[in-house]
T-cell receptor
Framework: EAGVAQSPRYKIIEKRQSVAFWCNPI?????LYWYQQILGQGPKLLIQ????????DSQLPKDRFSAERLKGVDSTLKIQPAKLEDSAVYLC?????????????FGPGTRLTVL | AQSVTQLGSHVSVSEGALVLLRCNYS??????LFWYVQYPNQGLQLLLK??????LVKGINGFEAEFKKSETSFHLTKPSAHMSDAAEYFC????????????FGQGTTLQVKP
């Protein structure tokens, strides 16, 4: 079974530039999560989708971050414009549903460096 | 609101020694608790989870954890450390009112010395 795919794996940009990350979840998984993991910290949820609808985006900095999940399958997370503090690993995860016991499967992440 | 505190950002043990990684949680509703492991440049992998069945949970790679409600703890243990256990470990909590969102601790880096 293929896992969660993410691209690119690494990205270096200058502040005020824009960047986009892509995630393809495990086939059949209705729920998709984007987490931000700053160095030395645990992952923090940015946004959660159930199919193509947003379940939780309370921690997404909406003035610069946006995400979409068209057709309820793969998803794109965008940052525009980037700030130095956005340097982090962006993890995508998917699960069958939204219940608390559904295991979340994580992709390898995209490491973003903002200079 | 829910939160997780992992005591000790770095833990070092000798190969063959007991591994103990500490996790305390705060939750106003019955929690569901998880331990994930992250190897360098990889995503998180589930080690084990507590979902209100048995309080002693066994996971992969010889790890286990015990849910202690009175102590609000969910510590991770392994009787004998192996070099391949060196990684970062995260404790996480969620609940039935949380839409599956995981709240993570800050992580503990486990170093295993030969």
């Amino acid at each position: 079974e293929a896992g969660v795919a993410q691209s690119p794996r690494y990205k270096i940009i200058e502040k005020r530039q824009s960047v986009a990350f892509w995630c393809n979840p495990i086939s059949g998984h209705a729920t998709l999560y984007w987490y931000q993991q700053i160095l030395g910290q645990g992952p923090k949820l940015l946004i959660q989708f159930q199919n193509n609808g947003v379940v939780d985006d309370s921690q997404l900095p909406k003035d610069r971050f946006s995400a979409e999940r068209l057709k309820g399958v793969d998803s794109t997370l965008k940052i525009q414009p980037a700030k130095l503090e956005d340097s982090a690993v962006y993890l995508c995860a998917s699960s069958l549903g939204t219940t608390e016991y559904n295991e979340q499967f994580f992709g390898p992440g995209t490491r973003l460096t903002v200079l | 609101a829910q939160s997780v505190t992992q005591l000790g950002s770095h833990v070092s043990v000798s190969e063959g020694a007991l591994v103990l990684l500490r996790c305390n949680y705060s939750s106003s509703v019955p929690p569901y608790l998880f331990w994930y492991v992250q190897y360098p440049n990889q995503g998180l992998q589930l080690l084990l989870k507590y979902t209100s069945a048995a309080t002693l949970v066994k996971g992969i790679n010889g790890f286990e954890a015990e849910f202690k409600k009175s102590e609000t703890s969910f510590h991770l243990t392994k009787p004998s450390a192996h070099m391949s256990d060196a990684a970062e470990y995260f404790c996480a909590v969620t609940s039935s009112s949380n839409t599956g969102k995981l709240i993570f601790g800050q992580g503990t880096t486990l170093q295993v010395k030969p």
